[in-house]
């Protein structure tokens, strides 16, 4: 009787716990008393503990891989389960879900596998957690397996089953046969239509993920934020804004997923204005700005040329996170300020952020556009011995263009030969525009033909080239070079710039004359030019 009383106390205990270091307490407890050697009484007290132990489990990070302090989770977890004599179904799906919960998938699927080898009958509740594990680890194969055995148990019409069978199937990159569960389910609630949504928007099929979209009875904040996210990611910028703007008016508050991607399509069409009234907006209503949030204010602000308000935001974000710093040095190479951008970075150095390639492409580009030619170098050198980021054909690029505007034709050179792979077009590209500047026509003659056997229908290449030699007039070379851009029909992409003028985009492409307002613009710029040549006159 007395051990009775022990149990029910610690199991009270269990249920009260509200820390993973209390339920650790209680089963230090457990231990001591002796009660594991107790059948069945221990197996109950250890399927509480790990009910409650995996109840206090967060998700971690979406960016592989599982942290340390997860494995350490999944490891206490396991050790509880495997102490536990004839687990039950309950205790399956409670070991399965924490190992689908913490990312270990593969895990998961074992221990389902161990289940149905040991008789054990799953539940409606195991096929979700179950399903969810395939959908980590992109096993369609084990999905189908799943759905077979659903239908055999019975589960074939549960709402939860077939809607985790429409993700598995729709992140799997199998939309149609997420689809032919979709549509042979009797009952669909808006989870059903938002795993398929999301499904088509992986696929980028946005304009099915529409239709799909228009014909919900009922919407969610997921709903609208997955369209919106898929449309910034197919590029259909414009298409983001005007559904983020039809979603506030209908009273769903936007999650951080459409905030981000309605500020990330501000940022790529220079809206500003459209970004500061999303950035009212959650400051209105206080939504916190986590390390995703943080970074698409910073990218927007600086995108548009605020590099101040951008180095504020990011100063007062209690969350950096690498993307965060990544946005912030970014804007400030595209603003030229070198001084400042190597500050930044040893900023983050020293908060032991690790940076990667793209933190020091950034810090490469501001060198290169500032003229920092020692500091370059150095960084350059420093990327795979001190910070253990591999060199790419991008910062190779960025450093064949910075030698050669600095006028290291031959250092420029010689790097490139030392390559571990060929150049790129980049590569090769930035070395031609340093031999533009300084005129020298032997190594731009090499680099341009690396350039126009890797992408011959550039005409970029071939203008650059002749310019070269028409300024030391060799003017054999250029005829030839003109007939060669001929004959092969390269053209030259045309220049694209937007301004906004009182809430309105203008869009000009060099050389069109669409603007309706074309015949005044070039009056405009006709009369600058006239007035700038006659200042020069009368200097």
């Known amino acids: 009787m007395l051990i009775c009383k022990q149990s ?53 990070p979406p960016l592989p891989p599982p942290p340390p302090l997860s494995s350490l989770s999944i490891r206490y977890a396991t050790a509880v389960f495997d102490n536990i004599k004839n687990p039950s179904t309950f205790c399956y799906n409670t070991i399965i879900r924490a190992h689908t919960l913490l990312s270990f998938p593969l ?73 032919q569960v979709f549509y042979e389910i009797p009952y669909r609630d808006v989870v059903s239509y938002n795993a398929l949504i999301d499904g088509y928007v992986k696929a980028g099929e946005t304009g ?122 970014t804007g400030l190479a595209m603003h030229g300020d070198a001084h400042l951008l190597l500050d930044y970075f040893s900023r983050m150095v020293k908060a032991r952020v690790q940076p990667d390639g793209v933190t020091l492409l950034a810090v490469l580009v501001g060198c290169s556009h500032a003229g920092f030619v020692k500091e370059a170098i150095q960084l350059f050198e420093d990327m795979e011995t001190v910070y253990a980021v591999p060199r790419e054909l991008k910062h190779y690029g960025c450093m064949a263009d910075l030698l050669g505007r600095a006028g290291l034709i031959r250092e420029a050179m010689g790097m490139i030969e030392k390559m571990p792979v060929g150049g790129d077009v980049f590569v090769w590209g930035g070395l031609l525009s340093g031999c533009r500047i300084h005129g020298n026509v032997e190594i731009a003659t090499k680099a341009a033909e690396h350039v126009m056997e890797m992408k011959p229908e550039d005409g970029g290449v071939y203008s650059m080239l002749a310019e070269i030699y028409a300024n030391a007039e060799r003017w054999d070379d250029l005829a030839n070079v003109r007939r060669l851009r001929d004959s092969v029909k390269a053209k030259k992409n045309a220049g694209c710039s937007l301004v906004q003028l009182n809430g309105d985009v203008h869009e000009f492409v060099a050389g069109d004359t669409l603007h309706p307002q074309t015949d005044d613009i070039y009056l405009a710029l006709n009369g600058i030019g006239q007035h700038q040549l006659e200042s020069l006159l009368t200097f």
């Open 8 to 60: 029910a106390n610690l199991t009270e205990a269990i249920k009260q716990s509200k820390t993973i270091k209390q339920i650790h307490q209680v089963h230090a407890q457990v231990i001591s008393r002796g009660l594991l050697s107790l059948y069945p009484s221990s197996s109950f007290l250890l399927t509480n503990i790990l009910h409650s132990f995996t109840s206090l489990l967060s998700p971690p």
């Open 107 to 179: 895990n998961a699927l074992l221990f389902f596998t161990q289940m149905r080898r040991l008789s054990v009958p799953p539940d409606a509740h195991t096929f979700p957690f179950a399903l969810k594990a395939c959908a980590q680890h992109r096993s369609v194969s084990l999905a189908r397996t799943l759905h077979g055995q659903s239908f055999k148990f019975g589960f074939s019409a549960d709402i939860y089953v077939v809607n985790c069978l429409i993700s598995v199937y729709s992140v799997s990159g199998r939309i149609h046969d997420g689809y």
């Open 208 to 329: 099915i993920a529409r239709e799909l979209f228009d014909k919900m009875p009922i919407r969610d904040a997921v709903s609208w934020g997955t369209l919106v996210a898929g449309y910034t990611k197919m590029n259909q910028f414009k298409e983001a804004i005007e559904l983020f703007d039809q979603m506030i008016p209908s009273e769903v508050c936007p999650d951080n997923i459409a905030l981000v991607s309605a500020l990330s399509a501000c940022a790529q069409l220079g809206e500003l204005e459209k970004g500061k009234a999303i950035h009212n907006y959650i400051e209105r209503n206080g939504i916190r700005k986590d390390a995703f949030l943080s970074t698409s204010l910073v990218d927007l602000y600086a995108k548009c040329g605020c590099i101040l308000t951008a180095k504020e935001i990011f100063d007062s974000s209690p969350e950096k996170a690498l993307f965060t710093w990544n946005a912030m040095l």
